[in-house]
């Protein structure tokens, strides 16, 4: 198809042997926090629109776990979560492990390729500020705007080639509601819920104990304004980020020499079920976020093969000319290879509640396995808001068959 020829064009940027450092190109990496690709409502995001042009818009990329630090140790080594060994967050009221330091990540890769790197913003992988010992040589943290103001300010400032990856807080203050919630103002164009907490009665009864007994409390008695409020705050969060990214992307000295990548950890329940946030779920609001990528040689083009945050790392290295020291599970979209026909992805734990789930999600399919023994399945060409679960449907036992069968292949080397 021809976003696949157009995004293999920029191959020539980088093959298996490495590209002379003077050729490299600079490196930004963009993410937000919790961002999903399934807006609520129209958004104006003019510096997105930016990178999109002569980039590659990947419509069906996935993050690999729907939790903060799992999901950026994927993003930033090309390993899944469980080959990281950080599978929940880290902070001092999870049950997360940091990031081991002796493992190939963008940072340590890079610097070793003779790259200047900086690190602004959002980290939640351990070691503290001690961002050295990961590859990087500049490390501050702050609110977004401060974030952008000093990436801004280290950009500037180089002059051989250089990587920068900027991690921005929001739309994760959705945790903030405005308070009243009630004058709050609903945006134009934000479209309610397709469903409500009755619709969980059919569901994993993990997520009604998410609702009765963790941060479900605070939406437990939402009515259908509410979540008109809560989505179109979500909007306003995920707008503001698009100011910060504009900060970022007027820095760099010409964008069409630049890799540029804009991406997330993972996205938001925004109210879908009846719930928010994150939790012990695997719906597409939560799993579903946006990857774009603009690398020279690129036209405006939108890919639709399933990809996953593994494939970041090895990307941008190929892209930018650069070895990576060892195999990875992800794959450098950059180069030719076979689509894949479907994702696998895990969830552990959110804080100390420690409640597994693996998933395997192909264009048409998706079953969710809890390690509790429930399961979920979906048709999402017939269903695409995930209603109606399937699970032990004579009509769908075949099918649930046959992705049980595999999920079982990509788990047995986990047990």
Same mark, same amino acid.
């Given at each position: 198809?021809?976003?696949?020829? #157009?995004?293999?064009?920029?191959?020539? @940027? =980088?093959?298996?042997?490495?590209?002379? #450092?003077?050729?490299?190109?600079?490196?930004?990496?963009?993410?937000?926090?919790?961002?999903? !690709?399934?807006?609520?409502?129209?958004?104006?995001?003019?510096?997105?629109?930016?990178?999109?042009?002569?980039?590659?818009?990947?419509?069906?990329?996935?993050?690999?776990?729907?939790?903060?630090?799992?999901?950026?140790?994927?993003?930033?080594?090309?390993?899944?979560?469980?080959?990281? /060994?950080?599978?929940?967050?880290?902070?001092?009221?999870?049950?997360?492990?940091?990031?081991?330091?002796?493992?190939?990540?963008?940072?340590?890769?890079?610097?070793?390729?003779?790259?200047?790197? /900086?690190? $602004?913003?959002?980290?939640?992988?351990? =070691?503290?500020?001690?961002?050295?010992?990961?590859?990087?040589?500049?490390?501050?943290?702050?609110?977004?705007?401060?974030?952008?103001?000093?990436?801004?300010? %280290?950009?500037?400032?180089?002059?051989?080639?250089?990587?920068?990856?900027?991690? $921005?807080?929001?739309?994760?203050?959705?945790?903030? @509601?405005?308070?009243?919630?009630? =004058?709050?103002?609903?945006?134009?164009?934000?479209?309610?819920?397709?469903?409500? @907490?009755?619709?969980?009665?059919?569901?994993?009864?993990?997520?009604?104990?998410?609702?009765?007994? *963790?941060?479900?409390?605070?939406?437990?008695?939402?009515?259908?304004?509410? %979540?008109?409020?809560?989505?179109?705050?979500?909007?306003?969060?995920?707008?503001?980020?698009?100011? !910060?990214? /504009?900060?970022?992307?007027?820095?760099?000295?010409?964008?069409?020499?630049?890799?540029?990548?804009?991406?997330?950890?993972? =996205?938001?329940?925004?109210?879908?079920?009846?719930?928010?946030?994150?939790?012990?779920?695997?719906?597409?609001?939560?799993?579903?976020?946006?990857?774009?990528?603009?690398?020279?040689?690129?036209?405006?083009?939108?890919?639709?093969?399933?990809?996953?945050?593994? *494939?970041?790392?090895?990307?941008?290295?190929?892209?930018?000319?650069?070895?990576?020291?060892?195999?990875?599970?992800?794959?450098?979209?950059?180069?030719?290879?076979?689509?894949? *026909?479907?994702?696998?992805?895990?969830?552990?734990?959110?804080?100390?509640?420690?409640?597994?789930?693996?998933?395997?999600?192909?264009?048409? %399919?998706?079953?969710?396995?809890?390690?509790?023994?429930?399961?979920?399945?979906? *048709?999402?060409?017939?269903?695409?808001?995930? @209603?109606?679960?399937?699970? /032990?449907?004579?009509?769908?036992?075949?099918?649930?068959?046959?992705?049980?069968?595999?999920?079982?292949?990509?788990?047995?080397?986990?047990?």
């Amino acid at each position: 198809m021809p976003s696949r020829r #157009q995004f293999l064009s920029a191959a020539a @940027l =980088g093959t298996a042997s490495a590209v002379p #450092q003077a050729a490299r190109p600079n490196v930004l990496v963009v993410m937000s926090d919790q961002e999903s !690709a399934l807006l609520p409502g129209p958004v104006k995001l003019p510096n997105r629109r930016r990178i999109e042009t002569g980039g590659v818009n990947f419509s069906n990329a996935f993050c690999n776990t729907p939790q903060c630090s799992a999901a950026r140790s994927a993003l930033l080594t090309g390993h899944e979560p469980h080959r990281t /060994g950080v599978l929940t967050n880290v902070d001092g009221s999870s049950l997360g492990k940091g990031l081991p330091v002796s493992m190939p990540n963008v940072g340590s890769v890079f610097k070793a390729a003779g790259y200047r790197t /900086g690190y $602004f913003g959002k980290w939640h992988l351990g =070691g503290g500020d001690r961002l050295s010992q990961f590859g990087f040589d500049a490390f501050e943290a702050g609110s977004d705007e401060a974030v952008a103001s000093a990436a801004s300010i %280290w950009i500037r400032k180089q002059t051989g080639p250089w990587l920068a990856w900027v991690s $921005f807080l929001n739309p994760h203050h959705i945790y903030e @509601l405005p308070k009243p919630l009630s =004058g709050y103002p609903v945006r134009p164009g934000v479209k309610p819920p397709a469903s409500a @907490l009755a619709n969980l009665a059919g569901k994993p009864t993990e997520q009604r104990q998410f609702v009765d007994e *963790d941060q479900g409390r605070q939406t437990k008695d939402f009515a259908p304004g509410d %979540w008109l409020r809560y989505r179109s705050y979500y909007c306003e969060l995920v707008e503001k980020v698009d100011a !910060a990214l /504009g900060t970022v992307l007027d820095a760099v000295p010409t964008l069409d020499s630049t890799v540029i990548a804009y991406t997330t950890d993972h =996205g938001d329940a925004l109210g879908e079920h009846g719930l928010p946030f994150k939790g012990p779920f695997m719906y597409e609001e939560l799993i579903r976020i946006p990857l774009v990528i603009r690398a020279p040689g690129l036209s405006d083009a939108a890919g639709d093969e399933l990809v996953t945050q593994t *494939d970041v790392a090895p990307t941008l290295s190929g892209l930018a000319g650069v070895r990576w020291p060892s195999a990875v599970a992800g794959r450098d979209l950059s180069k030719p290879h076979e689509a894949r *026909d479907a994702v696998f992805l895990e969830y552990y734990a959110k804080q100390k509640w420690t409640n597994p789930i693996r998933t395997v999600r192909t264009r048409r %399919w998706k079953l969710n396995w809890y390690d509790r023994g429930n399961k979920e399945l979906y *048709d999402l060409t017939a269903d695409p808001r995930e @209603l109606n679960n399937l699970t /032990g449907k004579p009509a769908a036992a075949k099918v649930q068959a046959n992705l049980e069968a595999r999920l079982n292949a990509w788990r047995a080397p986990l047990t």
